[in-house]
């Protein structure tokens, strides 16, 4: 069944100022549901095509019932395919000159536009690695977003990065962000409901003490609190034990469905 899918474009900060919003409506509404918003991770491409990682979990969201909004921060181009397996390159030709204010200005603009269009105040933010890392500080800093989440997810997201991976913290806004201290500091914060962390064994990016540690930061009873380990699972929730698969996506959608209401 076709999920019907809403477009709509709030204002961005860099590039060519835009920051689309997709939003996922079930054709039938489970009753209490929320809006989930997606936030994507640095230099991710969001949208409803088929194949697109979050454009994939929201239609799996939509399909139990849930509302769900795919975000995409602004940048200079969006032309990914041209770039192939060229991720660096691609980061510098769409986002040299962007910094970690600007990206998490669109993180909080792209979720503030979801909420105004479904017009609830029922709202899970879930933010993939460096999309997670804006959720934290946005829920835990003042200057974030104007509601209260009802709660949040993370995928993939520490708060200091392995440092094997660490070459990646010269790209353009991975190279002005915040030190883990500030994060630690917002997860301590957090002003939320509840807290799901689904975390890939296999992640080659964060370390699994660091995204237990955001987590176990927040001050919320542990009842309210979830860490997930998915076994073989990547950093980007794409593939098990190196074999592409969507699995894991369903997994989250899952887990994801059960814990929102």
């Not at 993370?154 to 660490?166: Q, R, Y």
């Not at 794409?238 to 996506?249: A, Q, T, V």
């Amino acid at each position: 069944m076709k999920i019907p899918v809403e477009s709509i474009t709030a204002k961005g900060t860099f590039g060519d100022g835009e920051v689309p919003v997709h939003i996922f409506r079930p054709r039938a509404q489970n009753p209490g549901s929320p809006l989930v918003v997606l936030l994507h991770g640095v230099h991710g491409c969001a949208g409803p095509e088929p194949g697109n990682k979050y454009g994939e979990l929201a239609r799996m969201l939509s399909s139990a019932g849930i509302t769900c909004a795919v975000t995409e921060t602004s940048r200079t181009r969006r032309d990914r395919e041209t770039f192939g397996t060229d991720r660096e390159g691609w980061a510098r030709a769409a986002f040299t000159g962007k910094t970690f204010l600007e990206d998490h200005a669109d993180a909080i603009a792209g979720t503030e536009a979801a909420a105004a269009a479904v017009g609830t105040n029922n709202i899970w933010v879930f933010g993939f690695s460096l999309g997670g890392i804006h959720t934290v500080l946005a829920s835990g800093e003042k200057g974030g977003f104007s509601f209260k989440p009802s709660g949040i997810a993370l995928g993939g997201v520490g708060s200091i990065i392995n440092p094997e991976a660490s070459s990646s913290l010269s790209l353009p806004i991975l190279e002005t962000v915040p030190p883990e201290k500030t994060l630690i500091e917002a997860a301590a914060r957090l002003r939320t409901g509840k807290v799901v962390s689904f975390y890939g064994s296999l992640d080659a990016t964060f370390p699994e003490d660091s995204c237990r540690r955001l987590v176990e930061a927040v001050p919320l009873p542990c009842e309210r609190k979830r860490f997930i380990v998915m076994e073989g699972v990547d950093h980007a929730f794409r593939s098990i034990r190196g074999i592409p698969s969507i699995k894991p996506l369903e997994m989250i959608s899952r887990v994801m469905a059960l814990s929102v209401f």
